[in-house]
Nanobody
Framework: QVQLVESGGGLVQAGGSLKLSCAAS????????VGWFRQAPGKEREFVAA????????YYADSVKGRFTISRDNVKNTVYLQMNSLKPEDTAAYYC???????????????????WGQGTQVTVSS
């Protein structure tokens, strides 16, 4: 079993930055892909970013490309999402997810992930 805990959310003005963390426990996730998703009120959950086990193979949704950066520290068993130039439309609950399955493939569909955190709220004011 893997437990994921997100942190770092909060209220920020448009143009500001936040750094989200996803800390894993229960077992190491250093060998597995980790993804970030978000869900705004009244909308479906959507893919934001994902990273492969080695730190390479980072993928982003078009809406965040160039503004968000996903990274990982396998020693700390933690994945980060640096969010810059935030916009009001980035307001959502942000979730990290992983799956205990090796390989180089980096999933971008939420149904491909088995373990999820409880989410952290990001609110961007205009």
């Amino acid at each position: 079993q893997v437990q994921l805990v997100e942190s770092g959310g909060g209220l920020v003005q448009a143009g500001g930055s936040l750094k989200l963390s996803c800390a894993a426990s229960g077992r190491t996730v250093s060998g597995y892909a980790v993804g970030w998703f978000r869900q705004a009120p009244g909308k479906e959950r959507e893919f934001v970013a994902a990273i492969g086990w080695g730190g390479g193979g980072a993928y982003y949704a078009d809406s965040v490309k160039g503004r968000f950066t996903i990274s990982r520290d396998n020693v700390k068993n933690t994945v980060y999402l640096q969010m810059n130039s935030l916009k009001p439309e980035d307001t959502a609950a942000y979730y990290c997810a992983t799956r205990v399955r090796g390989g180089t493939y980096v999933p971008r569909g939420e149904n491909e992930y088995a373990y999820w955190g409880q989410g952290t709220q990001v609110t961007v004011s205009s």
